[in-house]
């Protein structure tokens, strides 16, 4: 157990012999979350590699479904059909999850998980699921490049 004596009025507390002052200094949630943003736990990016040798990356966002996201790095590398329907590309995918937010819409691009349906979804438009989502992170290049068939996601 330390403790930090930092003012006078704390002068009747016994110190140890080899005490040396220390200042309090307080940080601000934007440093921290600067620090936590920039470290490599956070720029994790998942490849969706079609059957031509093509692939298209996705920048993973583990705050906003941190179960989610780990449970989908667990099961990589894993084959998949991606189906296109209108505003989304869909891969049926069973994660075991439950909703981690009360969000219930896409932005283009974002990549979410609906555990109600069993799929990973990535909005090719601006999209209302009507059912909670879990976001997993975003497409790194246009959404339009997605083509329905057989893909291998992995970790790159």
């Known amino acids: 157990l330390a403790v930090i004596y930092d003012s006078p009025a704390e002068d009747w507390i016994q110190r140890p012999p080899d005490f040396v002052p220390i200042r309090h ?5 934007k440093s921290i979350y600067k620090s936590c943003v920039s ?3 956070f720029k994790m990016k998942l490849a969706l590699r079609f059957r031509d040798g093509s692939q298209v990356e996705i920048k993973l966002e583990t705050s906003a ?4 996201v780990s449970k989908l ?9 991606i189906i296109k329907a209108g505003p989304q590309a869909i891969i049926p995918l069973d994660l075991g999850t439950g909703p981690e937010t009360f969000r219930t819409f896409a932005r283009r691009g974002e990549v979410i998980y609906v555990p109600k349906n069993k799929q990973l979804i990535i909005a090719i438009s601006n999209l209302e699921i009507g ?3 879990n976001p997993i992170g975003f497409l790194m290049s246009d959404p339009d490049k997605l083509r329905p068939g057989t893909v291998t996601l992995i970790q790159s």
Not at 73 to 81: D, G, Q, V
């Open 73 to 81: 790095l667990a099961s990589l590398p894993l084959n998949a059909s």
């Open 39 to 41: 470290s490599e736990a």
């Open 131 to 133: 059912d909670r989502i």
């Open 65 to 68: 479904a941190p179960i989610t």
């Open 25 to 29: 200094y307080h940080l601000h949630w």
